[in-house]
C-alpha cells in the first residue's frame, strides 16, 4: 500500500501485459486510471491483433470495466507520425533499418504521453514494459534494470528514458513472468488473458512495410541501381534501396554461383554492396545520440557487455565517447550484421547503461 494514495496513469495497449499491470497497481492501493494511446490506424480486414486501433481499444476499455477504474483516450495520431513513421520512412528510404519500437517509447510513452499524465494530474505513468526500475542508495540515483524474465526482458527498447523521469515511472512486472502474468489475467477474469501477442511493428499491416512505405509516400519510391561485389564489379541490378537490409542473403535475384550477402548500402550512389559472408563481421562499430540513461557520461573507455539488435546476445566490448558526440565500441570478438539504423544498448549484468544508434560497422 504506498504511504499516500497516489494516482498512476497506465498505459493501456489493450495487451494482457499492460491490463494486468493496472490490475496489481490497484491491488497495491494505488488510484488507477487507465489511458490509451490512439493512432487512428486500424485495417478492417486484417487478422493481425491491433495494439493501437480500434480492436486493441475496445480490449483495453473493457479491461478497463473489469478492473473498476477510468479510462481515457488520448489522441497520438499526429505524434506517431512526426516521431516514428516519419523517421521510419526516411531510414528505410536512406538504407538504413530502422527501430520504431525504441522511438515511440522514447517519444511518445515516456516523453509525451508521460508529460500529458502529469500535466492531468497523475503521479505517476507506468507500462506493462518488462524492465525494472530502482533507486541505488549508494549513488543516490534510479537506474534501470533487466526484468525477472530474462526471456520477456524489454529493457533494450528503454534506454532512451531520461534519467529526471525515472522517479516518475512504474514497472509492475519487473519481478514477474509472462506465465504468472497470464495465470493473474485468468484467475481476475481479465479479457485479455488470452489474447494473441503481436511481434509486428503495430502501424504496418499485412501487406508490409515495403507496401506501406509505397502507400505513405503517394508514388514508388523504389528506385533500382547496381548490386556490386566487393571486387567492384557490377554483378546485378536492386530494386531500389528500401526493399534490403544488411545481412540480407534472400531475394536478393541474383545467381553468381556462390552465396553472397548484403554488406553495405549507399544511398547516394544508390549501390547496394554484396560479397561473402566474411564481409558481414565488424571488429567496431560507430553510433550516434548517445543516452546514458542509469550511468554517467564516461571519459575514459569502459567495459561493457553490447547487444546490436533486440534478439542478439550481449557481447564483451568497450565503450568510448568521443568529442564529436559520437560513440565508438570496439567488439572483444568481430561480429555479423552490425546494421546502420539499429541499436546498440549497453549493460553492466543486469544494469542497463544506456544506448545509440548505430551509424555503421567497420572493418
Known amino acids: 500500500m504506498p504511504e499516500e494514495k497516489k494516482k498512476v496513469f497506465v498505459a493501456m495497449s489493450g495487451g494482457v501485459d499492460s491490463s494486468v499491470a493496472a490490475l496489481l497497481l490497484k491491488e497495491k492501493g494505488y488510484d488507477v486510471v487507465g489511458v490509451t494511446m490512439c493512432f487512428n490506424i486500424s485495417y478492417p480486414n486484417s487478422k493481425k491483433p491491433s495494439c493501437c486501433g480500434a480492436q486493441g481499444i475496445a480490449d483495453a476499455r473493457r479491461a478497463a470495466q473489469i478492473l473498476g477504474i477510468p479510462h481515457h483516450i488520448l489522441n497520438f495520431a499526429s505524434d506517431i507520425h512526426e516521431f516514428v513513421i516519419k523517421d521510419f520512412l526516411d531510414e528505410y528510404l536512406t538504407g538504413r533499418t530502422p527501430n520504431p519500437c525504441v522511438r515511440c517509447n522514447t517519444f511518445l510513452k515516456f516523453k509525451t504521453l508521460l508529460k500529458k499524465s502529469l500535466a492531468l494530474g497523475a503521479d505517476y505513468l507506468a507500462t506493462?514494459?518488462?524492465?525494472?526500475?530502482?533507486?541505488?542508495?549508494?549513488?543516490?540515483?534510479?537506474?534501470?534494470?533487466?526484468?525477472?524474465?530474462?526471456?520477456?526482458?524489454?529493457?533494450?527498447?528503454?534506454?532512451?528514458?531520461?534519467?529526471?523521469?525515472?522517479?516518475?515511472?512504474?514497472?509492475?512486472?519487473?519481478?514477474?513472468?509472462?506465465?504468472?502474468?497470464?495465470?493473474?489475467?485468468?484467475?481476475?477474469?481479465?479479457?485479455?488473458?488470452?489474447?494473441?501477442?503481436?511481434?509486428?511493428?503495430?502501424?504496418?499491416?499485412?501487406?508490409?512495410?515495403?507496401?506501406?512505405?509505397?502507400?505513405?509516400?503517394?508514388?514508388?519510391?523504389?528506385?533500382?541501381g547496381p548490386f556490386v561485389d566487393h571486387q567492384g564489379n557490377v554483378v546485378g541490378e536492386h530494386k531500389g534501396i528500401a526493399n534490403y537490409t544488411v545481412g540480407q542473403r534472400d531475394k536478393l535475384g541474383i545467381a553468381l554461383g556462390k552465396p553472397v550477402y548484403v554488406y553495405k548500402m549507399d544511398k547516394g550512389k544508390n549501390t547496394i554492396y554484396v560479397g561473402p559472408q566474411e564481409q558481414l563481421y565488424s571488429r567496431r562499430l560507430t553510433a550516434k545520440y548517445f543516452n546514458s540513461v542509469s550511468m554517467d557520461i564516461p571519459k575514459e573507455t569502459?567495459?561493457?557487455?553490447?547487444?546490436?539488435r533486440y534478439n542478439a546476445k550481449e557481447v564483451k566490448a568497450r565503450l568510448t565517447c568521443r568529442e564529436d558526440g559520437?560513440?565508438?565500441?570496439?567488439?572483444?570478438?568481430?561480429?555479423?550484421?552490425?546494421?546502420?539504423?539499429?541499436?546498440?544498448?549497453?549493460?553492466?549484468?543486469?544494469?542497463?547503461?544506456?544506448?545509440?544508434?548505430?551509424?555503421?560497422?567497420?572493418?
Open 326 to 363: 559520437e560513440v565508438q565500441v570496439d567488439f572483444k570478438e568481430p561480429q555479423k550484421s552490425v546494421t546502420p539504423g539499429q541499436s546498440v544498448v549497453f549493460y553492466k549484468r543486469d544494469m542497463l547503461l544506456g544506448g545509440a544508434i548505430i551509424e555503421e560497422g567497420e572493418g
Open 128 to 224: 506493462g514494459h518488462y524492465a525494472k526500475i530502482y533507486f541505488d542508495k549508494k549513488t543516490r540515483s534510479y537506474r534501470v534494470k533487466k526484468a525477472k524474465d530474462k526471456s520477456k526482458d524489454q529493457s533494450y527498447f528503454l534506454y532512451g528514458l531520461e534519467k529526471k523521469d525515472l522517479p516518475r515511472i512504474l514497472f509492475p512486472l519487473a519481478d514477474i513472468t509472462k506465465r504468472e502474468v497470464r495465470t493473474l489475467a485468468k484467475k481476475r477474469g481479465l479479457n485479455t488473458a488470452k489474447k494473441q501477442e503481436s511481434q509486428d511493428i503495430c502501424f504496418v499491416p499485412e501487406s508490409g512495410y515495403k507496401q506501406f512505405i509505397k502507400e505513405q509516400m503517394g508514388e514508388d519510391p523504389f528506385v533500382p
Open 302 to 308: 569502459i567495459n561493457i557487455m553490447a547487444r546490436i
